[in-house]
């Protein structure tokens, strides 16, 4: 290396929707990112990456598929031909168009478009969500991912606090419910795996054999959908074996009778019938799970993303409840850890800049049918970012439909040239991680982060910031907010007088790279516990510093739960108050047998859509190695039912319901159930064998809570397709 080549290693934090949320170490040569890592001293990361990040993300930074300066359409919506344009030009042109929608209109003709392309605090909601509340904008209702199952948690234990998960190596009973860490929690596998070397068992429940359910000592293939019957049947069990925890439930629980008397109605045999599963398996789980101590659940939201998806969540979340397993280091249950990190979210998105009577809202599940029905007024502008909803958003042949209008002004600000850009007015270039600087949290861990800029913006790509702050200047906002500078809001994101926070700052995390939320810790379960250094994984640097590891955080030892009684509300009044049964139950989902035998003759598979191994939601589906690694888009088939279609192996199969169809690889196995389809998601529509994407088949309706997506309720119907693919 020349004696006079700059060479620097910056902290950076991977930005995608998964609950590990990495420390990454950048090295930088001459102005060019060269090489990622994993930050090996911090204590979840360890010094290593996913395939998708550690081996890929410097081939997104630097894509021939970015977008690099402004543009304007210059061909039809939908062939994605556009012409570069200054960024004046690009500005003087949202300025007009908003305007003018705004006179004739009102502001509400004008809906924002995002979610989670970046989970940086600032450029996923701070100077835009300012924007468009100042502007008056329609109101995005922003559930796509985890509201359902975000909802339950909070009726049953008050927020989305659970188990820490540097304490499941101490568990000696792990249920991963509906949930595959080995693809989309990762970092979560080495403690599973350091609690299995100590004598733990993994059991698995999911529809599909994922990878994760490989490696367990147990599989339990559950019908989709029916995971609240399954979770009842169990409380059953242990109720009537005498195997619950009475004096916890005395001291940290409300509605326990109550409860007893609903699971009572779901015997092994009942529960069996709607789940599929053995009566001897439910009963054997139930024992194993009452009298294994530490036991952990760990959730993901997957498990939601049903027309029942708030209510399997709650009637899972009731089970440590019944045993006590929140007395136990190890023991408990997750499904997020966001409700631990106090910022003020109120200070980054300026509310009070809304008018009055406050503008409508719009479901962004239901972006489709808003951009077709929408009336008084109709929707005349829609603005996208961190988003791509003609591939990822529920019956995209909707969607796409209200794309098309040729009245409707759309911009959209994403790195790189998706599905959703080719139907754009304006594309206009942004930033990636590597070229901004953000604060983080994750919901799979307890530590905060701030990512600092490694190299400079590609082109004349610009930050979410910045482009809403030029916004905000473009039409009149004089308001002071829309001068802050990223340091001014990181600074106000985290001055909240809350424990969690103490002694974390901007400078402190900038320092070290990340700060673990300042937790209580339950000492008496710290005996005999040694903490300090450990070793991290065999792809981290050598001679590095090592990740330190802090005595886990035991959010329930003691009960102090944040709900309105401070217990864990196994009945819950406020659940009542909106409408939705107090108590756990099962309800079928929508497209069943159960609910709708008639559709269910018509299409008789039950289609999952979990998350792809190589790719995450839309993003890093369209990286050429990613796509080598992921193959070709696929639906599994249980032989029985690929065996009365004549299909094998291999085939191309047209898969199909009401919404739409889409062309998919058969993979024929018994990695789903007979009745079962699996097919990983998400691939952009253009890269797809015939332009399509799996979210032709996936309905927009709503879950029972949260208003949230039901990714998973769909019947399909397959048949072998006999034409030639390109």
């Not at 001293?41 to 998708?52: D, I």
């Not at 009566?279 to 659940?297: G, K």
């Not at 962004?364 to 029905?373: K, R, S, V």
Request: charged share 20%; aromatic share 8%; with cysteine.
């Amino acid at each position: 290396m020349p004696a006079n080549t700059e060479l620097r290693v910056v902290h950076a934090v991977c930005p995608h929707d998964c609950p590990d949320t990495c420390g990454m170490k950048i090295t930088v040569q001459d102005g060019r990112a060269i090489k990622i890592q994993g930050d090996p001293t911090h204590p979840v990361t360890r010094g290593f990456l996913c395939g998708k990040v550690g081996q890929h993300y410097l081939d997104l930074v630097y894509s021939p598929r970015r977008v690099l300066t402004p543009r304007r359409r210059v061909g039809p919506k939908g062939s994605g031909q556009f012409a570069e344009i200054s960024w004046d030009e690009a500005i003087d042109e949202i300025r007009d168009r908003l305007r003018a929608i705004v006179a004739e209109h009102s502001a509400e003709a004008i809906v924002p478009y995002s979610y989670s392309g970046t989970l940086g605090l600032l450029n996923e909601g701070s100077m835009d969500r300012r924007f468009f509340h100042r502007l008056g904008a329609s109101q995005l209702e922003r559930t796509i991912c985890s509201e359902a199952g975000f909802r339950a948690w909070k009726y049953t234990y008050g927020g989305s606090l659970g188990t820490d998960p540097e304490a499941f190596e101490h568990a000696r009973l792990i249920l991963v419910w509906g949930s595959n860490p080995a693809t989309s929690n990762t970092h979560l596998m080495p403690f599973i795996t350091t609690a299995r070397k100590q004598g733990a068992r993994l059991v698995v429940i999911d529809p599909r054999q994922t990878r994760t359910a490989r490696l367990a000592d147990w599989h339990l293939p559950i019908r989709p959908g029916t995971d609240a019957a399954l979770a009842l049947a169990i409380m059953n069990v242990i109720i009537c074996e005498g195997l619950h925890d009475q004096a916890w439930l005395d001291e940290h629980a409300i509605g326990f009778d109550a409860l007893m008397q609903r699971v009572g109605e779901w015997t092994v045999e009942r529960a069996a019938e709607v789940t599929g599963l053995p009566a001897e398996d439910i009963m054997a789980l139930a024992c194993e799970y009452a009298t294994t101590r530490p036991s952990v659940i760990r959730l993901n939201y997957g498990l939601q993303r049903h027309t029942n998806g708030g209510m399997m969540v709650r009637a899972v979340a009731c089970l440590p409840a019944v045993v006590g397993a929140w007395r136990d280091l190890g023991g408990g249950a997750l499904l997020s850890t966001s409700g631990a990190f106090p910022i003020d979210y109120t200070a980054l998105a300026r509310p009070d800049l809304k008018p009055a009577p406050e503008p409508r809202w719009v479901n962004m599940n239901q972006i489709g049918e808003a951009l077709l029905t929408a009336t008084d007024p109709p929707i005349k502008a829609l603005f996208v970012y961190d988003a791509n909803p003609a591939a990822s958003a529920p019956n995209s042949a909707r969607v796409i439909q209200g794309l098309r209008r040729d009245d409707l002004f759309t911009v959209v600000h994403d790195p790189y040239f998706t599905d959703t850009t080719d139907y754009a007015d304006l594309v206009l270039p942004a930033t990636t991680q590597l070229e901004h600087m953000d604060l983080h949290k994750a919901y799979g861990n307890y530590y905060l982060q701030v990512n600092q800029p490694a190299i400079a913006p590609l082109g004349e790509s610009v930050s979410n910031v910045e482009l809403f702050r030029r916004l905000a200047q473009a039409m009149g906002f004089t308001e002071s907010c829309f001068e802050d500078s990223v340091e001014n809001m990181i600074d106000q994101a985290l001055a909240v007088a809350h424990p969690h926070l103490q002694g974390i700052t901007r400078q402190t995390l900038l320092d070290n790279g990340w700060a673990r939320l300042a937790l209580p810790q339950a000492e008496s379960m710290m005996a005999g516990v040694a903490y300090g250094a450990i070793a991290v994984g065999a792809s981290a640097t050598l001679n590095a510093p090592r990740a330190t590891r802090h005595a886990p955080y035991v959010p329930f030892a003691h009960g102090g739960f944040p709900t309105p009684s401070g217990k864990v509300e196994l009945y819950s009044a406020a659940m009542r108050a909106a409408g939705l049964d107090p108590l756990p139950r099962h309800d079928p989902i929508a497209e069943s047998r159960a609910a709708d035998p008639a559709l269910a003759a018509r299409y008789p598979l039950n289609l999952i859509t979990p998350s792809a191994h190589f790719f995450l939601n839309t993003s890093f589906s369209h990286v050429d190695k990613l796509i080598a690694k992921q193959g070709e888009p696929f639906i599994e088939l249980n032989p029985v039912d690929a065996e009365a279609r004549c299909i094998i192996d291999g085939d191309w199969c047209r898969v199909f319901n009401d919404r739409g169809a889409c062309l998919l690889r058969a993979r024929v196995g018994e990695t789903v159930r007979p009745g079962v389809a699996a097919a990983e998601a998400t691939w952009w529509s253009k890269l797809s064998p015939d332009g399509k994407g799996i979210n032709q088949l996936t309905a927009h309706a709503l879950t029972d809570m949260g208003r949230g997506a039901t990714f998973y309720t769909n019947l399909v119907q397959v048949e072998r397709h006999l034409e030639p693919v390109a």
